[in-house]
């Protein structure tokens, strides 16, 4: 049986966004935290570019804690994942892309993952970011900590990438799993397109109408054909009388 963990089980946590003084710490963490190499002008981007969501978690001065994201839009969107959203949203559309999601060792299990991820979902679904229709990210398939996060967090698998990652001169397979939200969705099948239906249906309530309608005209028929079963029970009866 599993335990549910806190959402931070740290009173002393704190968050702020990052700055540039944090880029020699920042790179420290994740090159402890992430088997991906990641270039130098990467980490100066996300403490510095403000396109960048960049949210740490700070225990005693100490970061321990990390989220990157970027809102792009639906045209700025690489090849492999300009199926995340349905076409009918349009391409002013944005979704919210996860780059880095980590904690420290020794601090994992304690909420803090989900207190940045919450933090991020939180900002996105604000009023003012209500264009914003789905939350992505990249992730190895062999990262089975990971994977058990997200699909407990409600993101779904949206496609498999294989040999989607080069790590260490070698590919690696990885899965695209998304969240979607501020009434988001994936292109649509035959199945969703028959639930879709069935539910207008439902809403406008056409049975009813119809025995309804149904009703009205038998209300309206039932004095002739009444008129006409007497007449011609009358008949049958005075002539075999």
Not at 1 to 17: D, H, I, W, Y
Not at 60 to 78: H, P, Q
Not at 119 to 128: F, G, M, R, W
């Amino acid at each position: 049986m599993t335990t549910s963990v806190p959402l931070c089980s740290l009173p002393n946590l704190q968050l702020r966004f990052l700055c540039p003084s944090d880029l020699i710490e920042v790179r420290s963490l994740c090159q402890d935290w992430f088997p991906i190499d990641y270039p130098y002008a990467w980490y100066k981007d996300i403490t510095s570019n403000p396109r960048f969501y960049s949210l740490a978690a700070v225990l005693d001065g100490i970061i321990i804690g990390l989220i990157i994201a970027e809102i792009k839009t639906y045209v700025k969107l690489n090849r492999e994942d300009q199926d995340i959203l349905s076409p009918s949203f349009g391409k002013s559309t944005c979704v919210g892309y996860i780059l880095s999601l980590g904690v420290s060792e020794k601090h994992r299990r304690n909420g803090i993952a989900s207190l940045l991820l919450d933090n991020l979902i939180s900002h996105l679904t604000v009023s003012e970011n209500s264009d914003c229709k789905a939350i992505f990210l990249h992730v190895l398939t062999t990262n089975s900590a990971a994977i058990h996060f997200y699909e407990h967090r409600r993101f779904r698998l949206h496609s498999f990438l294989p040999y989607y990652y080069s790590i260490k001169g070698r590919c690696k397979d990885g899965f695209t799993y998304v969240l979607y939200i501020n009434g988001g969705h994936p292109p649509w099948g035959v199945y969703d397109y028959v639930k879709h239906c069935c539910g207008l249906v439902y809403k406008l309530d056409i049975f009813s109408w119809l025995y309804g309608r149904i009703r009205a005209a038998v209300h309206w028929l039932w004095p002739g054909v009444r008129r006409i079963v007497i007449e011609n029970t009358t008949a049958f009866i005075t002539q075999y009388s």
